[in-house]
């Protein structure tokens, strides 16, 4: 069994800063690519930033220059830092990975942690 756990979300002002963190615990052989996806109250959970095996980040447009992926292999975690907060980032933040555990690859995802930015 394996299981996501995130930790640093919380409330901030306008203009703030935070940090997430989220780290897989279990049977876990293999990670490729680790994620950090939102949902904000009445729109669809969507993609913020991935970072594959080779430490290629991606990010959507509207954090491009805010935030930055970054993983550590050895802990099996992935941060995201995330700068110069506005309102539209409120929302659940959810981390992701592609693992192996056992003999099967699959998507594993974390319980969401609540980040509110205040104006």
């Known amino acids: 069994q394996v299981s996501l756990v995130e930790s640093g979300g919380g409330l901030v002002q306008s203009g703030g800063s935070l940090r997430l963190s989220c780290a897989a615990s279990?049977?876990?052989?293999?990670?490729?690519?680790m994620g950090w996806y939102r949902q904000a109250p009445g729109k669809q959970r969507e993609l913020v930033a991935h970072i594959n095996s080779d430490d290629r980040p991606n990010y959507a447009d509207s954090v491009k220059g805010r935030f930055t992926i970054s993983r550590d292999n050895a802990k099996r975690a992935v941060y995201l830092q995330m700068n110069s907060l506005n309102s539209e980032d409120t929302g659940v933040y959810y981390c992701?990975?592609?693992?192996?555990?056992?003999?099967?690859?699959?998507?594993?995802w974390g319980q969401g942690t609540q980040v509110t930015v205040s104006s």
């Open positions: 992701t990975m592609y693992a192996l555990s056992g003999s099967r690859w699959r998507d594993y």
């Open positions: 279990g049977n876990v052989f293999s990670i490729t690519t």
